[in-house]
């Protein structure tokens, strides 16, 4: 093993399972906060459980997702230190500015907001769950503004061997991150609200509190129609912009080794031999390419091979083929977990206005199950994302090969990687069964009743005391 | 005063910042095995950082952006040098930032007690490993002409760096007991403060060994003499004057003093840094100056500004969160309000 894919494979883990949390946290807490400015503005108390319900279901997806974040900030310097001196000018301040301007507010008022519900006024309370709202929003701002100059860099120049910024603009205004973010944002509306969605419809399905996860769902369900639809709008905006700006990926996502005719046609299933670099079958539907690139049913993209061509000519000799196969599944996994869930959404609402909702129990079996989708489709989003970038780091400047850090051994990202993995393990397994036990308890539990109990220590003094 | 020079000092009052508040948390978190005799004894100990240990910990997550953003040479250089170190302090703040969460919402006996042993390693070793971090740091490490750190393990672990190490738990030990006696009462308000008592004697014997290895360990009193003896003597006295509020109950005095030997131990070792912001033991021009590894004129003044626009910001709803949370935390008080 070396050095090299040892630590890619722990920047996949790592990104990868913080990546489950996120965007659950950022879609709860913007969900909580209209939850609880209902329960401000209609002021009846099934919005005020909701919030406190689904609270606790998000206290938990943060505070994983906060100490896998550590990592993050951590490991562009242990890992990837000749990455961080090419590009630490630029990559470094919107970092720092996630820190300083989202991560305190986010740390900060959660506090408030979680030990804060009798301490503070019913507007004051609503203020602060928005200010997390708002912080954790700001921090995938952030992130991705950092993320989309490694993807479409601009507004620099290099000096001695380094990337030094010139306009900081571009970082705020790189056609990529306005993409991506808002992508990524509805992304998160779409996952918490398919997770909300499915809590409630077993729920719903044993005719446990129904009238609240009846509330829940039909709430859940705008969710997820609003952030699938947005989250693929821009999605599909993002793949047509990723075609001007990384054409391998988009190449690759599509797995078009050749150059396609005009109109281009879609692959809806292929198989590839990825060592001949060509299409072994495929299914296809005529022109649907064209439309995906152009928005409309002519036009040709250029394929895998004549792109692998120009950049040995720009760039020398070496690999520039990202896993095409991999790639293109997790693009139809992506699309296809989406797309999916729009209808289920939509199935959903007419089941409601009918009112046979409860009677579907097959329906709400399938939302059950389908809470896995959204993390699926998540990550395939980021393997895209990131994979589909390979080799580089920054697009087209700077390659993986060259950021990796000079001083790290074999044994040292071993043992961080085993560690790392094992506590994933660890915590994916806790984070599982707690918000189980939330949910079987369900919202009218009696009110800590069993965080009370081991307040007094049964052997202790004041168990003898009454 | 020119940026490089403003930004190595934004990142040490960022640590200061860390070590002020993290400190005391880390503090609490270690008291939590050294003070209670029972689980609601534990309960209220961490009721009174529940609500604030996550924003404290940001301080450090900003001081390592800043870093990387002002100085990434010295980012790439240290984070990437001390490799094992930094994966222990990751593993130790996950298992530690979880904890929170985790140990209230298990049922069985045994997994609660193992969550609150996971707080309590949690809290012990980062605090000691940063200052292994930070008193090998300035000792010097095997830095090359390329900026690269090739350390092992005993470069990391020396006398002086298991001392510093040392010195600063000890010091946020009592800074969190300190904590405990200003936001409890009852019985262990009252046992925090008499350990803190006793504590201070170790300190005085910690810090003098801390002092005279440094003397011996680092160039700081050649070059610096003057300012560096007046940096110890100023952290002995604002020890003893700790000390004696901790004996007459001013609580608060003592909080705030013990805080502030902590920021002291940081300015004597960014002071006795400065200009450098690495030490090769290799070959002394070898090590790293601000100027070396400082980002573009470009980003340090675009960072100023973003930063002294921020954190008046950060340091007054922070300050708001403490006030809201002042009330001293009983026994019978539920931690969790949900």
Redesign the interface.
């Known amino acids: 093993m070396d050095v090299l894919v040892l630590s890619r494979l722990q920047f996949a883990l790592t990104t990868v399972f913080h990546f489950f949390f996120v965007p659950v946290s950022v879609g709860l807490a913007f969900s909580v906060a209209v939850m609880q400015t209902l329960y401000f503005v209609k002021k009846q108390d099934i919005y005020k459980d909701m919030a ?1 319900f689904w ?2 279901i998000f ?2 997806s943060f ?2 997702g ?3 974040g ?2 993050q ?2 490991q ?4 990837w ?2 990455y ?2 090419f ?7 919107p ?7 989202a ?3 986010e ?6 907001w ?6 503070f006024s019913k507007g004051v309370h609503l203020v602060i769950i928005w200010l997390v709202a708002i912080g954790s929003t700001l921090s995938a701002f952030w992130i991705l503004a950092a993320n989309s100059f490694m993807q479409h860099p601009g507004g620099y120049s290099i ?1 001695n061997g ?1 990337a ?3 306009d ?1 603009s571009y970082i705020l205004t790189n056609s990529h991150l306005w993409l991506q973010f808002p992508h990524m944002w509805f992304g998160a509306l779409l996952t918490a609200g398919s997770l909300i969605a499915g809590l409630s419809a077993i729920k719903i399905m044993r005719q446990k509190d129904s009238a609240f996860f009846k509330k829940s769902f039909s709430f859940s369900l705008v969710l997820v129609l609003i952030g699938g639809l947005l989250a693929t709008i821009f999605g599909h905006a993002q793949t047509q912009n990723i075609l001007a700006t990384q054409p391998m990926k988009f190449a690759v996502i599509e797995a078009q080794y050749e150059d396609s005719k005009d109109p281009a046609s879609l692959a809806i299933i292929v198989w590839v031999d990825e060592d001949a670099k060509e299409r072994i079958w495929a299914i296809e539907i005529p022109s649907m390419l064209s439309f995906m690139a152009y928005n409309k049913f002519s036009g040709d993209v250029q394929g895998i091979n004549s792109i692998e061509q120009q950049l040995i000519e720009d760039n020398g000799q070496g690999s520039y083929i990202p896993p095409v196969l991999a790639l293109f599944l997790s693009f139809r996994l992506m699309t296809a977990g989406a797309l999916g869930f729009i209808a289920l959404a939509i199935l959903g609402f007419l089941l409601m206005k009918f009112k046979r909702l409860e009677r579907s129990k097959w329906y709400l079996l399938i939302m059950g199950i389908a809470i896995v989708c959204p993390f699926m489709v998540n990550s395939a989003g980021w393997l895209i994302t990131e994979l589909g970038r390979y080799p580089w780091t920054v697009y087209g400047v700077f390659t993986i090969e060259q950021s990796v ?5 074999v044994g ?2 071993l ?2 990687l085993c ?2 993995f094992l ?1 994933f393990i660890v ?1 994916a397994i ?1 984070f599982i069964l ?1 918000v189980r ?1 939330e949910w079987q308890k369900g919202p009218y539990h009696e009110q ?1 009743h ?3 109990a ?4 049964p ?2 003094e ?1 168990a003898f005391i009454k | 005063m020119n940026l490089q020079i403003i930004w190595f000092i934004l990142i040490a009052v960022l640590f200061i910042g860390f070590f002020f508040l993290e400190g005391f948390d880390f503090g609490v978190g270690i008291a939590t095995r050294l003070i209670t ?4 004894e534990r ?1 209220q100990l961490i009721g009174t950082i ?3 240990w ?2 404290n ?2 301080w450090l ?2 001081a ?3 870093i ?3 100085f ?2 010295w ?7 001390y ?2 170190p ?2 222990i302090v ?2 130790a ?3 530690r ?2 904890s ?3 140990r ?2 298990m ?1 069985s006996e045994r997994a ?1 007690n193992l969550w609150d042993w996971f707080l309590f390693i949690g809290s012990l070793l980062p605090p000691f490993l940063l200052g292994v971090l930070f008193t090998s740091l300035v000792k010097g490490m095997p830095i090359d002409e ?5 350390a092992g393990f005993w470069d990391y672990i020396s006398l002086y760096s298991v001392v510093g190490g040392v010195a600063v738990t000890l010091l946020c030990l009592l800074h969190g007991l300190n904590f405990i006696s200003l936001r409890t009462n009852g019985i262990v308000r009252t046992r925090a403060s008499e350990l803190s008592n006793k504590l201070y004697y170790l300190l005085y014997a910690g810090l003098a060994i801390f002092v005279l290895l440094t003397i011996f360990n680092t160039d700081f009193y050649k070059d610096k003499t003057a300012l560096m003896i007046l940096l110890s003597v100023a952290i002995v006295i604002i020890s003893t004057i700790t000390h004696s509020c901790v004996i007459r109950r001013k609580e608060a005095f003592a909080f705030l003093f013990s805080g502030l030997s902590l920021c002291m131990v940081v300015v004597l070792l960014f002071s006795g840094l400065f200009p450098r912001v690495t030490v090769s033991s290799i070959d002394p021009s070898y090590s790293m100056d601000i100027y070396m590894a400082s ?2 004129p ?2 340090l003044k ?2 100023t500004i ?2 002294f626009c ?2 008046p910001f ?1 340091l007054a ?2 300050g708001w ?1 403490y006030y ?2 002042r009330k001293r935390v009983s026994k ?1 008080d ?1 931690i ?3």
């Open positions: 406190r609270g606790k206290i938990l505070s994983v906060v100490v896998t550590i990592i900030e951590f562009f310097g242990m890992n230190s000749e961080s001196r590009v630490g000018d630029i990559f470094g301040a970092l720092a500015i996630e820190a300083l301007l991560f305190f507010i740390s900060t008022f959660i506090g408030l979680l030990f804060g519900w009798n301490k000096e380094q030094i910024l010139n900081f850090s000079q001083n790290a051994t040292g990202v043992f961080s560690s790392f506590i915590l806790i707690l036990r800590g069993d965080e009370h081991y307040l007094i220590d052997y202790g004041e | 005799k029972d689980r609601s309960n529940a609500p604030f996550d924003g910990e940001v997550l900003s390592g952006g800043a990387f953003a002002a990434p040479h980012y790439a250089t240290m984070f990437s040098g490799y094992i930094l994966t990751l593993l703040l996950i298992l930032g979880v929170f969460e985790f209230m919402k049922h609660r390329n900026m690269t750190m090739y980002s573009s470009y980003t675009l960072m973003v930063a921020i954190l950060v709803y922070q969160s809201i949370f019978a539920r969790n309000n949900q």
